[in-house]
Each structure stands twice: as structure tokens, then as C-alpha cells.
């Protein structure tokens, strides 16, 4: 039996603000006057409680700042300091009790004029994937309850608190939080809602995902359950936002995403809005019943790979960007992300043709630059190359013809670190997914640079980026900065005469399918054969390559995160292992 949704007189928690924040990692003042911003537009418009993201006064992850001393008292002790003028819960780290115990990623209350309490610490700590809590955090053993008015309680949860109870996590834990609270409210406790601080880091398809579990948990504990989302980008993690309320007879309503602001949500009249930060105009959100509208998978993926790149720089203290413009499909996609995370004066495109380089890769580099309106340097390569490949005449001779064909790249490389070093800027590598999981990218060459925007974007998803920026400008009234040319000549790296990819690789729609499936679905190779009727003997030598260079990206630069399997943090292969 579940509790049915109920109605109670008096006062009590009708309108309940979700504070949708973009905190930066260990920027701990920062975080705690973003906090106190949100909460006022809250309180300015009527809310009875507000709440934040999971960790918003640290930021998340915070990694290994919990270790460092101090941080996690100094974390606690903004919390005490802040000025609010409405009940508030705010995402925390906890101190340990002991020296030899770990900190607890808690939720305290903040009400005015009274002390400050700890709620409740995080029960389920995942440790999978991107997420490593177990490293940092102790569990607690019960789910948080807050008695606010009229001997009336809410239910507080954390983040992966409540995904148990929907079946969608990897790890088989020994509670489910969310059948904690419903015991509770059927023993008498008058749970009127319940709220979960999250820090939800998105990839494609994660908008569904994260509706299922506010809905099961509504429907299990018969009242409403809020979700409230952090948004922005934090290193390789990003966060959509998508704060949502879920109600326990299917009606869900979801905050728009990629922005900050306070999602306000009056429980009774189930009217829902949101207030951006930055004063824009109020939006008025529809509520639906079981399911969202439908998410444009491209545009939602260019949002993606923009914030992360904007938050990375802004957060680091990066005002501008370089990279090389081959006249090729990825640095044409990755100019254009840079031009709209930084603004188009603030991104150097290098041009560096080589004797291999065509006419027009030369052409299409200037029309992207042209069009997005960047800064274009022209720096042929060949008086430096020439004299290099003299010099390595006799190794190169001997070896193999790759090795004639990376120096190239090199220098390439060496420019674009130079120009960086000289502008204070930070180069971008431009390689994408597909090339990464072939090592068909140069170490030292194509792959220096602090960021890699398209890092987890495949080859085929790169050509529906460009579409999407295409068409963007074209709404917009602007040139498309991607040429046709660009887009239909056949992918090329340029480092010798008439050379293609697909010289190299299959076509990149049959790669990819190939690579997804082994990487996201966690497929092998006869499996893989199996369900797509693809040759077994080319899928074997596909994988076996894969495989021989993870040494590659051992090395590659941080990525945004945007599919449910990227590599970096959450991909943890030894590199000195037999690999059958």
C-alpha cells in the first residue's frame, strides 16, 4: 500500500523554489553569494522554502579539495554566514566526526534568525562511471526529514538517494532511501513533499532518464518530489539543470535547461515558473503528464560542448582560445563552439598549410573564419618543415611512412602552442571521438591543447553539429560558417599526397556504430557482429586497434562529457596489460 497525495489545512510549504546554479568548484565566497542571489529572487516572489544542488557551496565533484585543510570547515562555515530571508537547504560537504573518518556530502537548513542544522547526509554514494564518493564521503544511514509548519515534515534526499528506487543505477545497494520516507509517512510522519539536491551531469538522453526517477519517487511516496539540478560545466562534467517537480499522479514539470535560475513551483495550483538570474523575462513552464516535449538531440549537444567550453575558460580564468584551421569539418565545428562560447573575437584560428594541403582547405578555413568573424593567422609550415624532414632524411627512410606524416602535425602543433604561449590564450585541440578510440590523431601534434570541445563527440555527430550551427546562423540571419565544400569533400588529415580517412578507417557511419556499441553497450566484438551482420575479421582488427592505443588517451585533453560512456574519467583502462 502507498500513501495517497493529501491535503492539509493551515500553513504550510505551498511554494517551493528550486535554485538552479552554476557553483564553480572550490570558488567557496563565490558559491555562497550565487546561493544568496537565487534565494532572494525566491523570497522576492513568494517562495516558502528554497533549495539548492547537491555540494553548491563547494561546487561538484569537488575531488580532492575535501582533502585539503580546512576546506570542508570553511565550506560549512559560508553556510552559517549566510544572509536569507526564507527557509533554505543548501548542499554542503560535512566534516567527519573523526580524523579518521571522511567528510559527509550533507544538506543543512538555513533559517533567518535561528541556527543552522544539518539535515541530512548523503546515503547512496556512487562510485561508477564519472562518480568516485566512495573515495570521499561517508554514508549515512537514514533519509533526512525537516519539520517545517504545523507538525508538518518534507523529505530531503541527495542525488543518487532516490535513483535506487528507480532501478536505473549499476550498484545494488542495501537501502532505498525513497521506501525509507514512504515507511515513515505511512507510520503517521506528515511528509507533504520531498526535495532532492542534485548534481545530475548530463549526456545525451539523461533528460529521460531523470524524469523516470522523479516520477517513481512521487508515485511511491503518494506527494510532490522536486529535483532540484545544478547546470554549467565543471571540468570534463556537465549540467544541464532540468530541475523538475514531479507530482504522484504522473504530471511533471521540467526548468529549461543550459540556464540559471529559480524554478518556482506553488504545489497547490501546480503553477510553475522560472525567473533567470540575469533579470530576464519570466517563463511560464507547461506541465505535462508522464512525459517532456521532444529534446532536438543536435541543438541539445551544441549547448553541451559550447557551456563546456565557456565554463572551463571562465572558471580557469581563460579570456580566449587558438586552434588550427585545416579547412576541415572538426576545426570548422570547433571554431564555431569557441566563437560561441567566447565570443568570436576572442578565438585565433591558425591556417598552416603544408605542400599536401589542397586549395580548398586553404578557401573553406578563410569562409569559416570570415563568417564567424575570428582572427585568421596564415603560418605555412613548409620553411620548417622541409629543414625537419631533412634532418630526420635517414630514420624516416627507415622507418614507416606515418612517421614523415606526424612530423607534420607537430609542427602544426608547436605553432598553435606558440601563438598560445604568446596571447596568453589556451590552444583547443579539435579531435573528435572516432579519431581518439583509432589513434588516428598525432600525440604532440593535433592533440596539444588544454581543452578538446568534440573529445566525446563521434565523427557522424560532428557532421550534424555542423548542420546545427549552419542553421542557427541562418535563423539568426548570418552566413553559415561551415562550407559546403567542407561538408561534402571527403575527410582528409592532409599529410600526404591525395590521402582520405577512409584509407585508414571504414566509412565513419560504420565505424562508429561499431565503436558505441562496444564503448556505451559494453559489447564484443562476436556480439557486435552479430547484431549489425558486420564482417567479424574487420570488427576484430577495429577493436584490436582500439585497444593498442589507450596510451593515446591517457594523454588527450579533458573533454566535455556528453555521452554515457567518454573517456577520461570515468574510462579506466591499464595501458601495460595483454588484451585478448
Given at each position: 500500500?502507498?500513501?495517497?497525495?493529501?491535503?492539509?489545512?493551515?500553513?504550510?510549504?505551498?511554494?517551493?523554489?528550486?535554485?538552479?546554479?552554476?557553483?564553480?568548484?572550490?570558488?567557496?565566497?563565490?558559491?555562497?553569494?550565487?546561493?544568496?542571489?537565487?534565494?532572494?529572487?525566491?523570497?522576492?516572489?513568494?517562495a516558502d522554502l528554497a533549495v539548492t544542488p547537491e555540494l553548491a557551496m563547494s561546487g561538484y565533484p569537488p575531488r580532492d579539495l575535501l582533502n585539503h585543510g580546512?576546506?570542508?570547515?570553511?565550506?560549512?562555515?559560508?553556510?552559517?554566514?549566510?544572509?536569507?530571508?526564507?527557509?533554505?537547504?543548501?548542499?554542503?560537504?560535512?566534516?567527519?566526526?573523526?580524523?579518521?573518518?571522511?567528510?559527509?556530502?550533507?544538506?543543512?537548513?538555513?533559517?533567518?534568525?535561528?541556527?543552522?542544522?544539518?539535515?541530512?547526509?548523503?546515503?547512496?554514494?556512487?562510485?561508477?562511471?564519472?562518480?568516485?564518493?566512495?573515495?570521499?564521503?561517508?554514508?549515512?544511514?537514514?533519509?533526512?526529514?525537516?519539520?517545517?509548519?504545523?507538525?508538518?515534515?518534507?523529505?530531503?534526499?541527495?542525488?543518487?538517494?532516490?535513483?535506487?528506487?528507480?532501478?536505473?543505477?549499476?550498484?545494488?545497494?542495501?537501502?532505498?532511501?525513497?521506501?525509507?520516507?514512504?515507511?515513515?509517512?505511512?507510520?503517521?510522519?506528515?511528509?507533504?513533499?520531498?526535495?532532492?539536491?542534485?548534481?545530475?551531469?548530463?549526456?545525451?538522453?539523461?533528460?529521460?532518464?531523470?524524469?523516470?526517477?522523479?516520477?517513481?519517487?512521487?508515485?511511491?511516496?503518494?506527494?510532490?518530489?522536486?529535483?532540484?539540478?545544478?547546470?554549467?560545466?565543471?571540468?570534463?562534467?556537465?549540467?544541464?539543470?532540468?530541475?523538475?517537480?514531479?507530482?504522484?499522479?504522473?504530471?511533471?514539470?521540467?526548468?529549461?535547461?543550459?540556464?540559471?535560475?529559480?524554478?518556482?513551483?506553488?504545489?497547490?495550483?501546480?503553477?510553475?515558473?522560472?525567473?533567470?538570474?540575469?533579470?530576464?523575462?519570466?517563463?511560464?513552464?507547461?506541465?505535462?503528464?508522464?512525459?517532456?516535449?521532444?529534446?532536438?538531440?543536435?541543438?541539445?549537444?551544441?549547448?553541451?560542448?559550447?557551456?563546456?567550453?565557456?565554463?572551463?575558460?571562465?572558471?580557469?580564468?581563460?579570456?580566449?582560445?587558438?586552434?588550427?584551421?585545416?579547412?576541415?569539418?572538426?576545426?570548422?565545428?570547433?571554431?564555431?563552439?569557441?566563437?560561441?562560447?567566447?565570443?568570436?573575437?576572442?578565438?585565433?584560428?591558425?591556417?598552416?598549410?603544408?605542400?599536401?594541403?589542397?586549395?580548398?582547405?586553404?578557401?573553406?578555413?578563410?569562409?569559416?573564419?570570415?563568417?564567424?568573424?575570428?582572427?585568421?593567422?596564415?603560418?605555412?609550415?613548409?620553411?620548417?618543415?622541409?629543414?625537419?624532414?631533412?634532418?630526420?632524411?635517414?630514420?624516416?627512410?627507415?622507418?614507416?611512412?606515418?612517421?614523415?606524416?606526424?612530423?607534420?602535425?607537430?609542427?602544426?602543433?608547436?605553432?598553435?602552442?606558440?601563438?598560445?604561449?604568446?596571447?596568453?590564450?589556451?590552444?583547443?585541440?579539435?579531435?573528435?571521438?572516432?579519431?581518439?578510440?583509432?589513434?588516428?590523431?598525432?600525440?604532440?601534434?593535433?592533440?596539444?591543447?588544454?581543452?578538446?570541445?568534440?573529445?566525446?563527440?563521434?565523427?557522424?555527430?560532428?557532421?550534424?553539429?555542423?548542420?546545427?550551427?549552419?542553421?542557427?546562423?541562418?535563423?539568426?540571419?548570418?552566413?553559415?560558417?561551415?562550407?559546403?565544400?567542407?561538408?561534402?569533400?571527403?575527410?582528409?588529415?592532409?599529410?600526404?599526397?591525395?590521402?582520405?580517412?577512409?584509407?585508414?578507417?571504414?566509412?565513419?557511419?560504420?565505424?562508429?556504430?561499431?565503436?558505441?556499441?562496444?564503448?556505451?553497450?559494453?559489447?564484443?566484438?562476436?556480439?557486435?557482429?552479430?547484431?549489425?551482420?558486420?564482417?567479424?575479421?574487420?570488427?576484430?582488427?577495429?577493436?584490436?586497434?582500439?585497444?593498442?592505443?589507450?596510451?593515446?588517451?591517457?594523454?588527450?585533453?579533458?573533454?566535455?562529457?556528453?555521452?554515457?560512456r567518454a573517456f577520461g574519467q570515468g574510462w579506466r583502462q591499464p595501458l601495460a596489460a595483454k588484451k585478448d
Amino acid at each position: 500500500m502507498r500513501p495517497t497525495e493529501r491535503r492539509h489545512r493551515g500553513p504550510q510549504m505551498t511554494v517551493i523554489a528550486l535554485l538552479q546554479i552554476d557553483p564553480t568548484v572550490g570558488d567557496i565566497k563565490g558559491n555562497a553569494k550565487r546561493i544568496s542571489r537565487a534565494a532572494s529572487i525566491a523570497h522576492e516572489n513568494g517562495a516558502d522554502l528554497a533549495v539548492t544542488p547537491e555540494l553548491a557551496m563547494s561546487g561538484y565533484p569537488p575531488r580532492d579539495l575535501l582533502n585539503h585543510g580546512g576546506f570542508v570547515n570553511r565550506c560549512l562555515e559560508e553556510v552559517h554566514d549566510l544572509k536569507v530571508n526564507l527557509p533554505l537547504i543548501v548542499g554542503c560537504p560535512i566534516p567527519p566526526e573523526t580524523e579518521r573518518t571522511r567528510p559527509g556530502n550533507g544538506a543543512v537548513r538555513v533559517i533567518p534568525n535561528r541556527p543552522t542544522r544539518v539535515v541530512t547526509q548523503k546515503q547512496l554514494l556512487p562510485t561508477y562511471d564519472v562518480f568516485d564518493e566512495e573515495r570521499y564521503f561517508h554514508s549515512d544511514t537514514k533519509p533526512g526529514i525537516l519539520r517545517v509548519v504545523d507538525g508538518q515534515s518534507i523529505g530531503v534526499t541527495i542525488c543518487e538517494d532516490a535513483w535506487q528506487h528507480a532501478g536505473l543505477v549499476p550498484n545494488d545497494y542495501p537501502v532505498d532511501p525513497i521506501e525509507q520516507l514512504a515507511s515513515f509517512s505511512m507510520e503517521g510522519e506528515a511528509l507533504i513533499l520531498t526535495v532532492n539536491l542534485s548534481s545530475s551531469p548530463y549526456h545525451a538522453h539523461k533528460q529521460g532518464t531523470r524524469a523516470e526517477v522523479a516520477m517513481a519517487a512521487a508515485r511511491t511516496l503518494g506527494h510532490p518530489f522536486l529535483l532540484c539540478n545544478q547546470v554549467g560545466g565543471n571540468d570534463d562534467l556537465i549540467f544541464d539543470g532540468r530541475s523538475m517537480v514531479a507530482w504522484s499522479d504522473g504530471e511533471i514539470a521540467q526548468a529549461p535547461a543550459w540556464v540559471e535560475g529559480v524554478m518556482m513551483v506553488d504545489l497547490e495550483s501546480r503553477n510553475v515558473r522560472f525567473l533567470g538570474l540575469d533579470g530576464s523575462e519570466e517563463i511560464e513552464l507547461q506541465v505535462y503528464k508522464h512525459q517532456f516535449g521532444v529534446v532536438k538531440k543536435e541543438e541539445d549537444l551544441l549547448e553541451a560542448v559550447t557551456i563546456g567550453l565557456r565554463d572551463y575558460c571562465t572558471k580557469s580564468g581563460l579570456s580566449s582560445v587558438v586552434l588550427g584551421m585545416s579547412g576541415g569539418i572538426d576545426s570548422a565545428v570547433t571554431a564555431a563552439i569557441a566563437a560561441r562560447a567566447l565570443g568570436p573575437e576572442n578565438v585565433i584560428g591558425i591556417s598552416m598549410p603544408s605542400r599536401h594541403s589542397s586549395d580548398h582547405s586553404i578557401s573553406d578555413a578563410e569562409i569559416t573564419a570570415e563568417a564567424l568573424g575570428m582572427e585568421l593567422l596564415s603560418m605555412p609550415i613548409r620553411s620548417m618543415h622541409d629543414p625537419a624532414e631533412k634532418l630526420l632524411l635517414e630514420e624516416i627512410n627507415q622507418g614507416s611512412d606515418i612517421a614523415a606524416e606526424n612530423l607534420q602535425s607537430r609542427l602544426r602543433g608547436l605553432l598553435v602552442m606558440g601563438v598560445a604561449n604568446a596571447r596568453g590564450a589556451m590552444a583547443i585541440a579539435t579531435g573528435n571521438k572516432s579519431e581518439l578510440a583509432m589513434g588516428y590523431c598525432t600525440l604532440y601534434g593535433d592533440m596539444a591543447g588544454g581543452y578538446a570541445p568534440l573529445g566525446d563527440v563521434w565523427k557522424t555527430e560532428v557532421y550534424a553539429l555542423a548542420r546545427a550551427i549552419n542553421d542557427e546562423a541562418v535563423k539568426s540571419g548570418k552566413t553559415p560558417p561551415i562550407s559546403e565544400s567542407t561538408l561534402n569533400k571527403p575527410p582528409s588529415a592532409e599529410l600526404a599526397p591525395d590521402q582520405v580517412d577512409r584509407d585508414a578507417l571504414p566509412p565513419y557511419e560504420v565505424l562508429d556504430e561499431i565503436l558505441r556499441l562496444h564503448m556505451e553497450e559494453g559489447l564484443s566484438g562476436e556480439a557486435i557482429a552479430g547484431f549489425t551482420g558486420k564482417d567479424d575479421a574487420m570488427i576484430t582488427d577495429l577493436l584490436a586497434r582500439f585497444s593498442r592505443n589507450e596510451h593515446k588517451r591517457w594523454q588527450m585533453a579533458p573533454s566535455p562529457r556528453v555521452s554515457g560512456r567518454a573517456f577520461g574519467q570515468g574510462w579506466r583502462q591499464p595501458l601495460a596489460a595483454k588484451k585478448d
